[in-house]
Structures are given as structure tokens and as C-alpha cells.
């Protein structure tokens, strides 16, 4: 394989970082949740019943309800409308109407004059999320040269976490300034039109997927993409192989529904989707969901401090950056199994810490001190730094790149969209359970990584190196062709 000219790798991986703003918005959203579920301004506008204090604040059950609008809204059209989109007019269309809808969505939530209006923005800005969820990696993988593709990939979840960070850093400012009334959370929830905003142009500053310009047959449209994106040499390679591989897939020309029915009835396929499915609802069922939602809460019964809170997320999100930055390092060094193994061990053993600390200083009546509020915090961040490298950013990393050209579209729809039906669930067990259990709900967390570590220790084959065309030879157990980041080094697996 050659050398990759730096122009085009400099397009390559601007188009990667333009695609990750799907990405920003998601990390954004998220936290803009967090962040505003503990305002004392936001729980005074729609607050349903008051705390031991006698201020006006939501109900768990009511918080968990805006939760709930934005995954129901996401899975509609992460399941249904996305991949349709996505095949009938092109990877990049999908997140495109995605950034319109949340655009528009953002200034229902931000103005809604009461609570039932409030989750329907949520619900709307998680109808935009649906589409381009499903869309953005699937386009990344499409385009990313395979010997650079997971470190590409993985920008997908840093930029969740630069999301994040802007979310926080928004809510901190506006915290200093309670003379603001309901514009203390306003703010941070208008705020979320600017990524969007920029999206909707930088979108058509990239390509259209070869692979979706081959597939249908605008063949000249996909060599010259390819001629942006390769080396010279590997453009006609690259271009028979894809070709040879999705020439095959059509001729089956299965329609909408045949692709679905081929998901599920075709083995190879339904192991792959089941796999996809298993560590997609893994992603939110290691406690990353719950921590995400409600570590704001958690953090002023500790600290009792509202700033104190903001500023923990300011920090950790600075943190989750730099810790995501392993994954772009490791991933294609390390391979993708390897760094889920790592990471979902880490995880376990930061909340075995975590419940048994809990529930230590809980009983002794140093829960509540300085220290013990340090050390907490100090093992959330631990979590994060297992969590954001493995299962923040390989699970999209292994997820877009194990299913072929025909059903790639439809398959990422569906697991990915599996994230959200595992925080529909957590948006009300979560709260539910850590009122009945207190720190033992960590405990569940503990158990269920060290699950899924021996799960995908045990039965995920590794695809670093894999090309798009072979995954079908790796998860049939024939011979791969494996192309790793030094040029001329392919070998057999």
C-alpha cells in the first residue's frame, strides 16, 4: 500500500472530524441533560414536588421522563427512517435533515412554556440524533483508509466528549450567575444550535461514500472520491476490490424489507448482529448511561455545592478528552478486542471501589467529608478513563465496520439504536435502585463488566486491519487479508 499524500490526508481527516459533529451534538445533548436536571433554576420552572429542604424540585420519575422523550424520539428514527435515507440518497443526507430537526427542536425545548412541551423538544432533538447516529460512522468507515480506519473512528466518540466539555463549561459560566433566572439553563440548551448550525455546510464539504457511489452504480463519481482520499496506487486496488465485493452483493439486489429479512434469517448476519446489538446495549449498561444522567446529583449530595458539581463536569470532560485520545493511539495498535477486554475490567474494578468506599463511610459517618468526596469522584474518573478509549469509542469502531455494504446501513441502525433502549430502561431502574440500595447499585455495574469482559475476551474475533470486503471471510473463519499502519505489511489470518 502507498503512502498517503498529506493533502489528502489532511481532507480525509477533515471530513472525519466534519462527520463527528453528529458526535459533538450527542455529547452535548447528553451533558446539556445532566447539567440542567440539578439547576436549581431549572427544578424552580418545572418543579413537581419540593426536596427535605423545601426547594421546588422534578421528581425522579419525572426527570426520567425527559430522558425517556429523547431515546423514544432517537429509535423511531435510528430503526425506521435513517438507514432508508441513508441507502435510497446517500450516507451524508440523513445527518444533514438530522441537524434541521435538532436545530429546530433545540428552540422548542429552550422555550417551552411548560414540562409536557419540554419533553417534546427532547423528543425532537432525539428524532434528529436517530438519523445521524446510525449514519456518521457507517460514512466514516466508508471513507477512512483501513490501515488508519480505528484511529479515524475514533474521533466519533472524542468528539462526544469535546461535546461534553462545551455543555459544562456553558453550565459553569451561567451557575455563577443566578441573577439569570431561567436563563441559566436557557442558555445552555440554545447553545446547542451552534454545532448543528456549522454542520449543515461543512456536510457537503465532503464526499459521497465510494462504496455507496459503487453500490449504485456511479462508478466514476466513487474513483474520484477515491482519488482524493488514496494514494495514487491505490485507487484502482482499492476500486476493484470494492467492485469485485459489492458487484457480488447486487446482483442479489435484495429491497428494504429482503435486507432486514436477511439480518435475521441469514446466520452469519444475525451472529454479527447480535454481537453488535450485545455491546452496543453494553455501552450503557456498564454504568456509563446512569453516571452520565445522574452523576450531577450524586455529586451535590456529596458536595452539597452546585458550582462544585459544574465544576467536576468541567474537569471530567477535560479528562474524557484526553482519555479518549488513547483509543486513537491504541486502537489500531492494540486491536479492538483487546482494548473492550481492558477497558470493561477497569471499569469493574473502579465500581467494586466505588460501592465498597460507599458504603464504608456511609455506615462510619464520613460519607459526607472532603476526603471521601475526593476519593469518590476520584474513582468516577477512573471509570472514565477505562470507559472513553474501550467502550465509548471502539464500540462504534467495531460496530461500523463488521456488516457488509448491503445491510451495513440498516444493521448499525439497529444496534446502535439499542444504546437508547438500554437508557430508557437505566433513565428509570437507576434512580429506583440507588434509592433502594444506596452504593450497592454499584455493585450490578461491577458484575455486569466483568460479564462482558469474558464475553468479547472469548467470542469476538479481532478486526484491526480487516478490510470492509473481508469481515464476511473473518466471521465465516476463512483466511483475511490484514493490513496494518506500516506500508507493504499485509499478511494472511
Known amino acids: 500500500m502507498g503512502a498517503i499524500p498529506r493533502d489528502r490526508l489532511i481532507y480525509a481527516y477533515f471530513v472525519c472530524i466534519s462527520t463527528a459533529l453528529c458526535m459533538f451534538m450527542y455529547g452535548y445533548d447528553a451533558s446539556t441533560f445532566n447539567a440542567t436536571n440539578s439547576s436549581p433554576s431549572w427544578n424552580a420552572a418545572f418543579g413537581n414536588t419540593v426536596d427535605s429542604k423545601g426547594n421546588p424540585t422534578v421528581s425522579s420519575d419525572t426527570v426520567g421522563l425527559v430522558g425517556v422523550g429523547y431515546s423514544c424520539g432517537a429509535i423511531f428514527t435510528g430503526f425506521f427512517v435513517a438507514p432508508i435515507i441513508s441507502d435510497k ?55 477512512a483508509p483501513v490501515e488508519i480506519r480505528g484511529t479515524m473512528m475514533s474521533l466519533w466518540q472524542l468528539m462526544y466528549s469535546v461535546g461534553a466539555l462545551g455543555s459544562y463549561l456553558v453550565a459553569l459560566f451561567m451557575g455563577w450567575h443566578s441573577e439569570l433566572g431561567n436563563w441559566q439553563w436557557r442558555m445552555v440548551l440554545i447553545m446547542q444550535v451552534v454545532a448543528p448550525a456549522i454542520f449543515v455546510f461543512t456536510v457537503w464539504m465532503g464526499p459521497e461514500s465510494p462504496r455507496w457511489l459503487i453500490y449504485n452504480g456511479r462508478n466514476d463519481e466513487a474513483r474520484a472520491v477515491l482519488a482524493k482520499l488514496r494514494s495514487d496506487e491505490d485507487v484502482d486496488r482499492e476500486m476493484e476490490e470494492i467492485s469485485e465485493y459489492i458487484n457480488a452483493e447486487r446482483a442479489s439486489n435484495p429491497g428494504t424489507f429482503a435486507v432486514y429479512q436477511m439480518l435475521f434469517t441469514k446466520a452469519n448476519m444475525l451472529k454479527r ?47 474524557g478528552i484526553l482519555f479518549t485520545l488513547n483509543s486513537t493511539i491504541f486502537v489500531d495498535r492494540l486491536g479492538r478486542v483487546t482494548i473492550l477486554v481492558v477497558g470493561a475490567l477497569g471499569m469493574a474494578v473502579s465500581m467494586l471501589i466505588v460501592s465498597v468506599v460507599g458504603m464504608v463511610t456511609e455506615a462510619n459517618g464520613t460519607l459526607y467529608q472532603m476526603g471521601t468526596g475526593i476519593g469518590l469522584v476520584s474513582m468516577f474518573f477512573v471509570f472514565i478513563f477505562f470507559y472513553k478509549p474501550s467502550w465509548g469509542a471502539t464500540v462504534w469502531i467495531y460496530t461500523g465496520e463488521i456488516f457488509p455494504m448491503t445491510v451495513r446501513a440498516q444493521a448499525v ?18 434512580p429506583v435502585m440507588l434509592a433502594a440500595w444506596g452504593w450497592k447499585t454499584f455493585f450490578v455495574f461491577m458484575g455486569y463488566n466483568f460479564f462482558i469482559a469474558a464475553i468479547c475476551h472469548f467470542f469476538y474475533p479481532e478486526t484491526k486491519g480487516i478490510t470492509l470486503e473481508d469481515m464476511d471471510a473473518l466471521f465465516d473463519g476463512r483466511p483475511a487479508t490484514v493490513t496494518v499502519a506500516e506500508p507493504d505489511t499485509e499478511k494472511k489470518v
Open 89 to 143: 440518497f446517500g450516507r451524508r443526507l440523513p445527518m444533514f435533515i438530522g441537524a434541521i430537526i435538532i436545530i429546530g427542536f433545540t428552540f422548542v425545548q429552550t422555550f417551552s412554556p411548560n414540562f409536557t412541551i419540554h419533553i417534546l423538544g427532547r423528543a425532537g432533538v432525539g428524532l434528529g440524533q436517530g438519523l445521524m447516529l446510525p449514519s456518521g460512522p457507517v460514512y466514516m468507515g466508508e471513507i
Open 273 to 319: 448482529l447480535a454481537m453488535a446489538i450485545f455491546i452496543n446495549f453494553s455501552q450503557q449498561t456498564t454504568g456509563q448511561s446512569s453516571l452520565n444522567s445522574y452523576s450531577s446529583k450524586i455529586y451535590n449530595k456529596i458536595f452539597n455545592n452546585q458550582n462544585t458539581t459544574n465544576i467536576i463536569n468541567v474537569v471530567n470532560s477535560v479528562c
Open 413 to 430: 441502525g439497529i444496534a446502535s439504536q439499542t444504546q437508547n433502549v438500554a437508557s430508557v430502561a437505566l433513565s428509570y431502574l437507576f
